[in-house]
């Protein structure tokens, strides 16, 4: 947006830029891939711990858990904050921390999602101050995004809010739609054999690369709207043998309006085709993750509460669609209504130059604690 920070409007002004910043330096700072959350969740406990909200640990695994703020005294709990605080494996372990240039920070997770997570920290710190323990709003800070979503699983088996925001990286749009995601295997088998004695038509990766080639045929000519990509190609090795398997996974997001269940019905069919033709006997298909979409009407309370928060920080209220996968699927399907909402772009997020703008973090701040204030002050 390159307003600069000392000129965003004054709604956002309980904001505190400084405190902010540092924080956010320390999310960056602790590596935190997901499966190894450890360090970062003791930093944010004592955090939390040190400004004196009521922060729990719910327990995900052995010695990771996510971290909850449930005000005890407030009436109804309306709204959740929602951060996932792992990453993607460090491109470079020598430098992954947080660096600033001008307006832009550097760093892993800067963008997915620790600009988030950091902004909706300060937000509730905000609006903590002002309407503690009464706020109407839990905080959610979450294990395991990145892969099993395991820390969203364990948290709608404890909890139920009727509404959340989630801080993936959206450019400040909300986002009230939300692509489905498939998570597909295919697997061809065969036997292993000397190199010198490999036959065409017998190898389990030439047998995958050819199903590959009708998969990415039938996308392009019937479901061009679905965004797929092959996330993993690999086959067992071993020597100077032709592989007795080969293995490809891929990740597909589905438009909301698009037909899962025909999709599903139809590259099983593909597969069963491909089988066929080409005389194989072990070619199969799973599929080991399915998310529905969904879209969420463009009124209501809590709406109109995010839409006023917008007016006052002096942004356009443009609603969007989340195409990627996230923790929101699993919300929508246990009945929670997720709006995704963040500082930073998708396109910066899982790649060597990630960043977000901390202007952004600050704007983002600033609409989440309007938004939890006019909920506080709509409850007392």
Known sequence: MGVPTKNLPDSGSMVQPGRLKRLLRHLIDIYSPSGKEEELLDFLYNYLKRRDLPVIRQDVDDSRYNLLVVPPKAPSIDLALVGHLDTVVAYDFEQYGFDMEEDEIRGLGAADMKGGCAAMVEAYLCAWERYAPHLPVALALIVGEEEEGDGAQQLVKEYRFPWIIIGEPTDLAPCLSHY?????????????????????????????????????????????????????????????????????????????????????????????????????????????????????????????????????????????????????????????????????????????????????????????????????????
């Open 180 to 380: 489905g995601y498939l998570e597909i295997q295919f697997l061809t088998r065969g036997k292993r054999a000397h190199a010198s004695l490999a036959h065409r038509g017998q190898s389990p990766v030439e047998s995958m690369l050819k199903l590959l080639l009708a998969f990415t045929d039938y996308m392009e000519r019937k479901r061009n709207d679905i965004i797929y990509n092959i996330r993993d190609l690999y086959s067992y090795p071993a020597g100077f043998v032709v592989p007795d398997r080969c293995e490809v996974w891929i990740d597909t997001h589905v438009p909301t309006e698009a037909p899962v269940g025909d999709i599903i019905i139809d590259l099983e069919e593909l597969v069963e085709q491909e089988r066929a033709k080409h005389g194989l006997l072990d070619m199969t298909i799973q599929f080991t993750t399915v998310h529905g979409g969904y879209e969420i009407p463009d009124r209501g309370a809590m709406i109109d509460s995010l839409k006023e928060a917008f007016e006052k920080n002096l942004l356009s209220w443009n609603p969007g669609i989340f195409r990627s996968h996230s923790d929101a699927n699993i919300f929508w399907e246990a009945g929670i209504k997720p709006v995704i909402l963040g500082p930073g772009t998708i396109d910066k997020a899982h790649v060597p130059e990630e960043s977000v703008s901390f202007e952004q973090v600050c704007r983002a701040a600033g609409i989440y604690t309007d938004c939890l204030i006019a909920l506080a002050s709509a409850s007392s």
